[in-house]
């Protein structure tokens, strides 16, 4: 008789389970209020969170002050209904999460959080190596800087691997500096030879 109820319950608890996800097939979480919590794991010391508009414009910025896993509860009552991101920039990825305000409520779309790969740059015995996985295929614009003037620049197309190597001239010691740029984002890397 135990084990017929038991077997009973667990049916009932896997229904509510379906039924649950059934209706929230879209990864939508809709919250009542104007505050919301996001999770990020495996967050570092250091790496940047940021909430931005639809124009781009940064409107929050914090520095993680620790590692492990980022729970943030954010309050969105001074947002006017309209499209946003949060935005987690580790060492070579960028996590981005949706936002939507509507009528007074938000919602998270699970579904649409995408990660941006950065583009990877070293720099070893006057070599200059620039490598970016691009799934997308979308160009690559790299600039060269030596002394705040440039130096070379070129739009690398592709393969969804793009890799370059510069070979630097030794006898140009000081400081340089290399901008990327992607998919209407900007990198910079500034380094000495």
Do not use: W
């Not at 608890?13 to 990020?40: E, H, I, Q």
């Not at 003037?149 to 070979?167: F, H, M, W």
């Amino acid at each position: 008789m135990m084990t017929i109820k038991r077997k009973v319950l667990v049916a009932v608890f896997m229904l509510a389970t379906v039924l649950n996800y059934a209706n929230n097939a879209d990864g939508k979480n809709v919250v009542n209020t104007k505050s919301v919590k996001v999770v990020f794991n495996e967050v570092k010391k250091g790496q940047q969170l940021t909430i931005k508009d639809v124009h781009g414009v940064v409107l929050y910025t914090e520095n993680v002050a620790k590692e492990g896993k980022l729970i943030k509860t954010f309050d969105f009552s001074q947002l006017i209904d309209g499209s946003y991101t949060l935005e987690l920039e580790k060492d070579f990825q960028i996590i981005v999460k949706s936002i939507k305000i509507e009528e007074g409520k938000v919602i998270l779309n699970d579904a649409s959080e995408k990660v941006i790969l950065k583009p990877v740059v070293r720099n070893e015995d006057n070599l200059l190596m620039i490598t970016k996985i691009a799934f997308d295929k979308q160009p690559l614009d790299v600039a060269l800087y030596y002394n705040n003037e440039i130096i070379y620049s070129e739009t690398v197309e592709g393969d969804s691997i793009l890799n370059r190597v510069y070979k630097l001239d030794e006898a140009l010691k000081g400081d340089y500096k290399v901008v990327i740029q992607n998919n209407g984002r900007r990198y910079s890397n500034e380094f000495k030879i």
